[in-house]
């Protein structure tokens, strides 16, 4: 590490740090009033039985929250299950996925998706929509029954507004989208989806392990059709299940208690606050900082060209080389306690990833981006 030396003594004020160091994506800052929280109910609620009261209580609290913060209608269903986003294609592929889908492939995450269908031998080759890496594709209306979206690509930094493809009134593709990096950041209008789901580990700044699906009526009906059909179905996958469980407010198999709890007081705090639109205006706030910021600097820009598609909850900020390696400047931070801005590494870009999720202050953002301007003049 030649070099590497003089950048590696470089501390940074107190003065100008965030109140935090942790900028992951993923899983992200949990807030310690959460843990905080989570410590004081523990008695009565760690190591207790998942099918009793005390954390049945907690699981309907934890499905209203989510119905009100997100304006669902009276007849959908907030459905829980284990295994997170990635176990929870694999259910979609099983009990949501009749025939065919069609997939938004714009980065790792829904590429990753796109290409677990593609092994499922009960489905036919999924439609693959892609567009380069900094941008999104658009859904085209085709002849399937499932249009897989992304939220937010959260290894490139990219969002995309959820509409129905147009024209498919007659046609029965549901609109399936994964928002675990999205959801609670990012504005969204149910009319428009059949099942928004994700991992608290994002936005909600809880702990991983957890998947939750917002189903619509039509959703239902299309899982209890594939279930009534005979198709086979490993029971952890079981959408069905999953369905009569959450009804309960349960899950199938025993949750990580600590995950239910901690997601639960993010969502509480966010409709005590004023609900989606405060905790996006939040988002809107940090991304507005961040943006701003890099395209006033000599050394910084968005990597995502298009503003409308630049995401409010995952920054992407590449970094001149000539003038600095973001590595570096991601190794000097987090020798400083600030972790997690390295880039999505396959990317394979000059580029520090932040999250803007709502747990973080604005301010920390902006502290963010003055301990950047710091390093790199030392660097
Ligand atoms: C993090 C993430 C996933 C994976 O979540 P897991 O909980 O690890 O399964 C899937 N999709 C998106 C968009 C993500 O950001």
Request: glycine share 10%; charged share 20%.
């Amino acid at each position: 590490m030649t070099g590497a030396g003089a950048s590696s003594n470089i501390v940074l004020p107190d003065g100008i740090r965030p109140s935090d160091g942790r900028f992951g994506s993923g899983p992200s800052r949990v807030p310690h009033e959460a843990v905080a929280a989570l410590a004081d109910a523990a008695d009565g609620y760690l190591g207790t039985s998942h099918r009793r009261t005390g954390v049945r209580s907690v699981v309907a609290r934890l499905q209203a929250g989510l119905a009100e913060l997100f304006s669902l209608p009276e007849d959908w269903e907030v459905v829980l299950g284990n295994g997170g986003a990635t176990g929870l294609w694999d259910c979609l592929g099983f009990g949501l996925i009749r025939r065919r889908s069609q997939h938004l492939a714009f980065g790792e995450f829904s590429a990753k998706f796109a290409r677990a269908v593609q092994a499922v031998p009960h489905l036919e080759a999924p439609q693959i929509v892609e567009a380069p890496f900094g941008t999104h594709p658009e859904p085209v209306p085709a002849d399937v029954d499932v249009y897989a979206l992304t939220h937010n690509e959260t290894s490139t930094g990219v969002q995309m507004p959820l509409r129905r493809p147009p024209e498919v009134g007659a046609v029965d593709g549901l609109v399936a989208v994964d928002a675990t990096s999205g959801a609670g950041g990012l504005r969204w209008d149910p009319a428009e989806v059949d099942v928004y789901y994700f991992s608290p580990q994002k936005c909600f700044a809880a702990d991983g392990g957890l998947w939750v699906a917002c189903c619509s009526p039509a959703a239902l009906e299309r899982i209890a059709e594939i279930g009534d059909s005979g198709r086979w179905c490993p029971p952890t996958l079981s959408l069905p299940l999953a369905v009569k469980n959450s009804a309960a407010n349960q899950t199938y198999n025993t949750p990580a208690l600590a995950t239910v709890f901690l997601t639960l007081q993010t969502v509480e705090w966010m409709c005590s606050k004023g609900g989606l639109e405060w905790a996006a205006g939040r988002c809107d706030a940090s991304a507005e900082t961040i943006y701003g910021w890099a395209e006033a600097s000599d050394y910084a820009q968005p990597f995502v060209t298009e503003e409308a598609e630049r995401s409010h909850v995952v920054a992407t900020i590449d970094v001149d080389a000539d003038v600095a390696d973001a590595g570096r400047i991601a190794t000097v931070l987090r020798a400083n306690g600030i972790v997690d801005t390295e880039s999505y590494r396959a990317l394979g870009r000059n580029q520090l990833r932040i999250s803007l999720f709502p747990a973080i202050p604005p301010g920390d953002v902006a502290a963010l981006c003055a301990c950047i301007d710091h390093i790199v003049a030392r660097l």
